[in-house]
């Protein structure tokens, strides 16, 4: 009700503040045998972390979590799963000479607006740190969906500023390419066009270095989803996805499929033809793998545009809480681009969802 | 749970088929004392009507609303408004000789596999028929947010193919202006800039001439709506707007404020500046009349693209139900480009959203 | 959220005031390829009818079921099910003289404190009317139970006034037994000791002879559901049967198993003494068929105290919406005791939540 | 939808097995502004603790709460609040023995019929352990009702075995009464009649050297709630509070006001009449606070009935999971009568109710 929770079948909980003691995220509805470690989680969680890279934020956070309950022997019981991130380096003093001034681009004065108070330090709820929980709660999604039904969710950066990668087949880009170059070494921006990816991490220092930020967008592929999950009307697999993809932070735009580029389009040149099965598919795929809101078997093919940075190292004009004009610099260690660490948070969610709706599909047939 | 409801506090569920005897929506926590008319919903459903225009479908339906429950005295109660409109040109025997056929973009074949069994009559429950019921209760919403704080919204037509209106103030656009040319006429394309209307209209005309179809932008705003609705985390009013858009049919992008263009900007340039109040504003819009989720009290502007008509009174290859090929025309009266209906719907659903986040912050504040 | 939704997975959305123009039911979620027809409903509706016998009320209501949505060629869809039945015998005019009195036992008073209007024609919301939708809804949750694992729901009336039957094995009793005599004539009073049954006839008309009215005590027992079904913690499956019975008008007591009895045993005589399977059973049925709110195949029994009906044809003291003391008379035709009609909706509600939760389990396994 | 939130606007999520590390409540919905401190949560949760007297368990839990989220300089934020509790005296090798076999009156064995496997350290997930995450919310719960609108929740022990407490007046009765001899010597039985009290230590204490337990019922009564709360036809606030009451370990019976004892009476003598106002109120309360399901400002009378401690230190007969037959004791530290730790988490759940309910009255109106 009071939108701390996702979800209906596999429902996650979360609370948490950018500089308050912990994060904690609960699981219910998650089917009871599948095993989960904390090691799993912790991968997942290391692909999200502060201070992976030169080109992230440089706050420094281990983010280990604990499992409190839903686990035992190393297996899920079918009862609520409970993880516990604690906060290690909050630094909330950071914050302080600014806890009276609304920063430009975040949530500080409609928080205000919202609930009379706010927890000032670090955007507090607001703060993308929130979705460390999500992150969590996303490696089990995805551990489920794939034992279930084989799925894989793969997410990079597919623009950054006016740089966008040539990434031909969406539905053959592999985890590997996303996070490594073809040597090995780890590929900070996560882009599959490893050309691009060079230009996208100059670019990134170049905003950093003008005390700048700069905005992008991410793509997100799932396969081996089978056909026949969404529900109609409402909750629409692609209604569901749009929803969980902008709930995180800095989103303003999603499309699926061909999106907004099927505004220029025809019908005749737009509709994919089915091709005789088993099993039945489509010859392409510009309807990103959803028909009427339910999958279709074909791939899942999201975007997700994400604003520029909100805080940055520079003065800008802005009013105080009592409506004052008065200058500010956020001093936070931030990131001078979202999308690196924007990917796994997508991918998370968007585990989540499809790991909700297995759960609805099997419950109804 | 099966997706046919939406909403917490203002709940929408509704029923019905394309070729079924009625579509009814029941709508629950509309707070007591709303005077509501059967003459106000009808207004609302002759804007989304077949047959109002050359340019969409023939199909005659007149669309008539009872109100059965929840209104007493021309008033709400408070508790449950059922509201029914009866079909009365179904035509189903239009669709006979396609039940066995997956019509391309359709999602014929999505709900074989998530059922087994499917209503065949012209789409069944994946019609955009039911978008009928989603218009009735957002009558009552749009009533509901403009007595309670003013709220006015105004959906229309931006894009039609490559053509884009000019809409340089999009908060300043009335309903008048979208509905009507200068001399009174209807503008049956739904379009404020009236003369990319003629040139949109024209294009819909040669579409059709050619048995094909045009997809397109719809742009919606919300004015009047105070600082502080939305939720945080999940149920961010971007992300519950967005699900809204995404669940009618033929949507496959949605963006707000400067959406995707967003990619391409730094955050020295995208930052809207707080000025002074009161109230406390932004100097410019470009988010869209949300920070972190929750409304800043600025107009709230969405996009969405919706794809050209996936039914075509042409032949196009498919293939059956038992995964064989053949070849598929699609008999029903169909539009050649949907936007100009989709006006309606869109308005409904971002209504419906802004009613629900209402009752929820009044119930936590 | 507002109160007239019940279910999570089976969900059952309902409209209608006691004169209004009709009752409708929603329901979500039930699983496709169910056979339903509108002689199944209506058969339910006539257990709960007025008028099917001389000791309820004499209004005469046929409760014909219109099926609007969801069922295709005799069965569902999967898709949400909409059910009409209008009213066709209102006489609202026999409460206009107390529009503006607050009837003892009645809801006017506490509805004019919630929402400040209300509909006065015979309890509007309020009334037993609206369990007419439950009983539609109850039929196809009876159906879906009972085809997809046997369940067999039958409910009695165990006790009328001091009068109590003698049931000694409730998981034995039969639908025929509760509903018939031996030679076949209808039992009006639905209690499967037909020695009983003449006494509670007897005293029914001697209550409703004396302007008076009488509660009692229905027993619903379900059979044939396995062991599994329920969740942890708040949604155990007593604690949702229980909110069913108590969301029935009148309901003012309910207990499983044991019951009240239970405060004065002791531990060594409650505990049922497990048995060697397969399958695993209990010697004696002191739970109720459920242990940790979780069922464990044993017979599910339940009991629920109404309160004797508040209408009566007598004169009575109260006060009007002025709060100024005055008298009362209510005229409508009602039940001198409401248990033979209570029984249907309690077995209709029972069957919901036990529809409900086969849904929820086969979703999470 | 998996069992382990309450509440719509005021949701309560928990987690948390016996013998794990800890139980955590997440709580969304609450309003902003609410002065909330650790040693108030303490001080509810010490009214539950194990050990608190020689009649109870004497697990030896501190229960020490920390609060991880959603509450800011000693107030809530309007965010979710996390709370942690830790456990520390898990002893779970107690149970190692018995890990095989199925535990009379308790849910290992149906907890296996529905999961598959369990967690079977003292019960997991099915202990009453996990009450202590209920006291946790209800005491913020408490708070917000009795900052609010002046709500008072007391429960007391009315009934231990045969022994039945004498409480003529239950609106009167106070914590102090409660909790405490007249000398001021703590009152471990939480009954109000204090000669009762000293039967019921007997007893209980008869029950325990006897290697038994014993049942009883508890009578739980708010104060000072405004009329109009409650929802309409499935979620009266009768429902909503026996499902609350049911959801509670043990709990096989719940009743309002005259609650059974209504079977055996007559509309004339059972209806309460309203006596004039301002506030309009009724003479009597046989009602117990609810019409229709929702408040009339009348104090809120509710009973359960628990049933006796199912876990006994004597051998008992039983199957293990194989289905073949063995003997059980056990050996865990347990309640011979549950009642006086039952009377804080049944007050817990009744303020839950009613903050919950408050909210969603504040949304509509």
């Known amino acids: 009700m009071a939108g701390n929770s996702f979800g209906q079948a596999f429902v996650v909980t979360t609370a948490g503040e950018s500089h308050g003691p912990a994060n904690v995220v609960v699981i219910d509805g998650c089917p009871p045998g599948l095993a989960i470690s904390v090691e799993e989680l912790a991968a997942e969680l290391a692909r ?8 992230v934020s440089q706050r420094d956070e281990p983010d280990v979590p604990e499992i409190l309950a839903g ?46 108070v706010r927890d000032p330090r670090g955007g507090g709820r607001a703060s993308a740190r929130e979705t460390v929980a999500r992150v969590a709660a996303g490696a089990i999604a995805k551990k489920l969906v794939r034992e279930s039904f084989g799925a894989r969710i793969v997410g990079y950066v597919k623009q950054v500023g006016a740089l966008t990668a040539n990434v031909p087949e ?62 109609p009307v409402f909750d ?59 999958t279709t078997g074909m791939p899942i093919v999201l975007r997700a545009a ?40 997508a991918e998370a969610m968007v585990a989540i969802v499809l790991a909700d709706h297995w759960l609805r599909w099997r419950g109804q047939r």
């Not at 999200?48 to 080109?55: C, I, K």
């Not at 604003?307 to 001078?336: C, F, M, W």
């Open 48 to 55: 999200r972390r502060p201070g992976q890279s030169a080109l």
């Open 71 to 116: 686990v035992f022997d190393g297996a899920t019981t079918g009862t609520s799963i409970a993880i516990l991130i604690r906060s290690v380096d909050p630094r909330a003093r950071d914050y302080e000479p600014i806890f009276d001034k609304y920063r430009p681009g975040h949530a500080d004065f409609s928080y205000d607006a919202k609930y009379g």
């Open 170 to 231: 969406p539905a053959r880009v592999t985890m590997c390419e996303v996070e490594s170059f073809p040597d090995g070494t780890p590929n900070p921006v996560r882009c599959p066009d490893h050309e691009a990816s060079k230009a996208m991490m100059a670019l990134i220092e170049e905003v950093r270095s003008e005390r700048d930020s700069i905005g992008g967008v991410a793509e997100i592929v799932a396969t081996g989803v089978p056909a026949g999950l969404g529900e």
């Open 236 to 294: 629409k697999l692609k209604a569901e996805l749009a929803k969980a993809l902008f709930s995180i932070p800095a989103v303003v735009g999603v499309e699926c499929g061909s999106g907004f580029a099927a505004a220029a389009m025809r019908g005749s040149e737009h509709n994919d033809v089915f091709v005789p099965g088993p099993p039945i598919a489509t010859a392409s795929n510009r309807h990103g793998g959803m028909l009427g809101g339910i």
């Open 306 to 345: 994400v604003k520029p940075t909100s805080s940055l190292p520079r003065e800008q004009p802005t009013v105080n809480k009592a409506g004052q004009p008065t200058t500010i610099v956020t001093k936070g260690r931030h990131d001078p681009c979202l999308l690196p660490r924007f990917v796994p948070v």
